[in-house]
């Protein structure tokens, strides 16, 4: 009885001190709606759509869509290739973890495998879909040109199965090495001890103590390739998925009631395996890490286990690293697929001129920069809430945030669709949102935000309370107490958040590609309309810029001391606690982000401009002093002192450019019919 009365009277305390601190309860309200609105409001509206009509509550759109024979197989499609890509994706995944943990690897093995589970995370989802076109399909650079294999068909369910395994696997094979180097070597030395082999340690103690770490990565990674939009986009052909089909039957069958029921069925699927990695898995795993005294790892070198398997994941990252490889050689041949000499940079020109290419940088790197660090500090609060403080609403805010992970883009981008494109409850409020660049930063900080929180809160764990509390004592409030202590105590994980929702943010596809208006061209999605065209080399242009940025921020972000002095100058604006100062510290800090990042790229791209501009300068001049020295003729007039030459030079020069824009469009038409009348004599 004492014992339950001391508990309530410290709840009771730590409710007052929470209630008595207007700031901390300010934040908590703010939270609590933006998660609501944003993550919850439009699952509901999903729901709401699927079971209500003009005539009331109704089974019938489920009716209606589960009576589509396409529907139908899209769901089987997708269960078929989760199931078979979770299973390949978890056993590949191992392979490598348990080399690299006990196996002796050379320099070359182990920085190979760095290599490979870095690649999925700087580059576009899709790029590996590109590359398996370009080396396996009909015109192939390996079935083709090597083989001489003619009618070679990557697409359909193995093509999906592959690219999805070598994208996924990665994720697996992070998780599995963690799991691994925390198994304590006495348990299996000392069955060694007693005369057990190898096999028999790793099938009767290695393998149970990891066994929900398995399961953990097979859920983990078939909810990834279910709710994959951009691979069967681009590789399925005719085999549908549920993502694909909910898109299709927004975009071809303009249905979005149907659609939202789709959604919800998709969305049924993903919770259901997320609950069971959540709340089953996690619960089962067990505790290898037991924090005594114990001697590293005896790792086998013996050469008849190590050669064999060193071979075996080389051969199979070289495979891996070949297919990103393809994408930046791809872009430098002149014709895919039947002219590859000699390399031209001609495909980088047109991106930048042709195809609007500095606008679509410019939207995507800005729209990420403005989401990166709000992703970052709203997954810093939420970690902090979660983890250093005691309220009711806790739990809420934990399990909302962490709801995002397990909600496919699709349907998160047709949930916005239906929540406010009519505004919230179709009443008008917010329609503005829609279709704007706040609705897509609101998707980039929604679909990171379980990443940084689960970094944050096992950041602040590590964290005793008695620092915070010493300077709760001196008189400060929450928000200078989690500026200026919790915050640079947690600033690894802070800029881990920063820079992974940046890259997150700019390879993004499957929820802004519903959302995204003529008025914003996004990278991905540029990517994405170019490789359904199959401008392949366009496409790999576009691909392998965003990559190198990409590559850029991740390895250098963690590192760079200008990072945390942006974190300062955004605590130097808002110490004082004025909502001013804190808006002027937070532009402050992004636009210092702005021009940090974009500086590893920006050099290539004003110079291309500086010779581009040089050229059409000259062009534009000579035109002018022809047509100023040009012969008058009879009966013409002359201008007027106050007209300008210069109109009457730039109407001709638009003229001329518009006629050869003409010549150029029949032209490529021309190349795509003889190549199509090629592809069908061969």
């Known amino acids: 009885m004492t014992e339950v009365k001391t508990k309530r009277q410290s709840a009771s305390l730590d409710r ?6 207007p700031i901390m309860v300010t934040t908590i309200v703010v939270l609590i709606a933006f998660l609501t609105l944003f993550i919850l409001y439009p699952l509901a509206i999903l729901l709401v759509d699927s079971f209500y009509s003009k005539n009331g509550l109704t089974l019938g759109i489920f009716k209606r869509v589960l009576a589509m024979a396409n529907f139908r197989t899209s769901i089987a499609n997708t269960l078929k290739v989760g199931f078979l890509v979770g299973i390949l994706s978890t056993l590949l995944g191992l392979l490598f973890a348990y080399v690299e943990v006990y196996v002796k690897l050379g320099k070359f093995s182990g920085g190979l495998f760095k290599v490979v589970s870095m690649l999925p995370v700087v580059s576009p989802p899709f790029v590996l879909s590109l590359s398996m076109i370009m080396l396996f399909g009909k015109a192939g ?17 193995w093509g999906i199965a592959i690219v999805q395994t070598l994208t996924f696997f990665p994720v697996c094979y992070m998780m599995l090495k963690g799991l691994l180097k925390n198994i304590d070597p006495s348990l299996e030395e000392a069955a060694r001890d007693m005369g057990a082999s190898r096999w028999k340690v790793f099938a009767t103690v290695t393998f149970p103590l990891m066994l929900p770490g398995l399961g953990n990565a097979f859920l983990v990674t078939f909810i990834e390739s279910i709710a994959d939009f951009a691979n069967p986009m681009i590789i399925g052909g005719s085999y549908d998925t549920l993502a694909t089909t909910i898109y ?24 259901l395996m997320f609950a069971v990695q959540k709340y089953y898995l996690e619960a089962k795993t067990a505790a290898t890490l037991t924090g005594k005294a114990s001697r590293a790892r005896m790792l086998i070198s013996d050469k008849s286990v190590t050669v064999p398997l060193t071979v075996l994941c080389s051969l199979a990252a070289i495979f891996v690293v070949m297919m990103y490889l393809c994408v930046p050689i791809g872009a430098l041949f002149p014709t895919w697929g039947y002219k590859f000499s000699p390399l031209t940079f001609k495909w980088f020109t047109q991106v930048f001129t042709k195809y609007k290419g500095l606008k679509a940088f410019k939207d995507s790197f800005v729209l990420s920069l403005i989401s990166a660090p709000i992703t970052a500090l709203l997954s810093m609060i939420i970690s902090y809430l979660v983890v250093k403080k005691k309220f009711k609403a806790k739990g809420f805010i934990e399990a909302v945030s962490m709801l995002a992970m397990a909600v496919p883009g699709t349907v998160l981008g047709v949930g916005y669709i239906r929540g406010f494109s009519g505004g919230l409850f179709h009443t008008g409020l917010l329609s503005g949102l829609y279709g704007s660049a706040a609705i897509l930063i609101i998707v980039f900080v929604v679909r990171s935000l379980p990443t940084g929180t689960r970094s944050g809160i096992s950041a602040l764990r590590q964290i005793d309370k008695s620092i915070e509390e010493s300077a709760y004592d001196m008189g400060a409030n929450s928000f200078r107490v989690f500026m200026t202590v919790t915050l640079p105590l947690i600033k690894d994980s802070f800029l881990s958040g920063l820079v992974t929702a940046f890259v997150r943010s700019i390879t993004a596809i499957s929820a802004i590609i519903l959302l995204v208006t003529p008025q914003f061209l996004l990278i991905t999605v540029q990517i994405n309309e170019f490789a359904e065209k199959g401008s392949y080399s366009i496409a790999c242009a576009f691909a392998i810029v965003i990559t190198i940025s990409a590559i850029y921020h991740l390895i250098q972000g963690p590192e760079l001391r200008w990072q945390w002095s ?18 002027a510290g937070f532009f402050a800090a992004a636009l210092q982000t702005c021009l940090t990042t974009v500086g590893a790229y920006i050099v290539l791209a004003l110079l291309l401009l500086v010779q581009l501009i040089t050229t059409m300068n000259m062009t534009v001049n000579s035109l002018i002093t022809a047509i100023k020295n040009r012969p008058r003729v009879p009966g013409t007039r002359e201008p007027e002192e106050d007209e300008p030459e210069q109109d009457t030079a730039e109407r001709i020069v638009n003229h001329m450019a518009n006629k050869h824009i003409e010549r150029v469009e029949r032209r490529r038409a021309a190349e795509q019919t003889e190549k199509t009348l090629k592809a069908a004599y061969d």
Not at 142 to 153: A, E, G, Q, V, W
């Open 16 to 21: 007052r001190k929470l209630l008595a601190d």
């Open 141 to 157: 650079l390996i079935t083709r040109f090597l083989l001489k294999i003619y009618d070679n068909n990557v697409y359909g369910f």
């Open 248 to 271: 299709l039957q927004i975009t071809g069958a303009y249905d979005k009631e149907g659609a939202a029921a789709m959604a919800v069925v998709l969305l049924s699927i993903t919770l």
């Open 566 to 583: 942006m974190v300062k100058t955004l605590f130097q604006g808002g110490q004082d606690g004025t909502t001013g100062g804190l808006i």
